[in-house]
């Protein structure tokens, strides 16, 4: 099983950067998948969730509004559009997938976002 994240780097505040989660290893199309992120000295919080058909989305109060997941089931990929960035947006962001009934759970390795100016 792979979760490989891209799309990470340094942004200016307001700027925008797109996170993709590309995955190996596993029947995608059946898992829920997530984005995570963790910043220096805090615990890893939920950003959002999408179903597995992509039918339904959450997000955390933090993003609403400038964060959109979406996914390609054909190329087994997750993505993460995030505008109008913020210094608090700086993180590591992971991808997580979670099988049916959460019994398999998958990590990425993770992708540095660093929003300054």
């Known amino acids: 099983v792979q979760l490989v994240e891209s799309g990470g780097g340094l942004v200016q505040p307001g700027g925008s950067l797109r996170l993709s989660c590309a995955s190996s290893g596993f029947t995608f199309s059946t898992y829920a998948m997530s984005w995570y992120r963790q910043a220096p000295g805090k615990g890893r919080e939920l950003v959002s969730t999408i179903t597995s058909a992509g039918g339904a989305t959450n997000y955390a109060d933090s993003v609403k509004g400038r964060f959109t997941i979406s996914r390609d089931n054909a190329k087994n990929t997750v993505y993460l559009q995030m505008n109008s960035l913020k210094p608090e947006d700086t993180a590591v962001y992971y991808c997580?997938?979670?099988?049916?009934?959460?019994?398999?759970?998958?990590w990425g390795q993770g992708t540095q976002v660093t929003v300054s100016s």
């Open positions: 997580h997938a979670a099988g049916p009934f959460r019994i398999r759970l998958y």
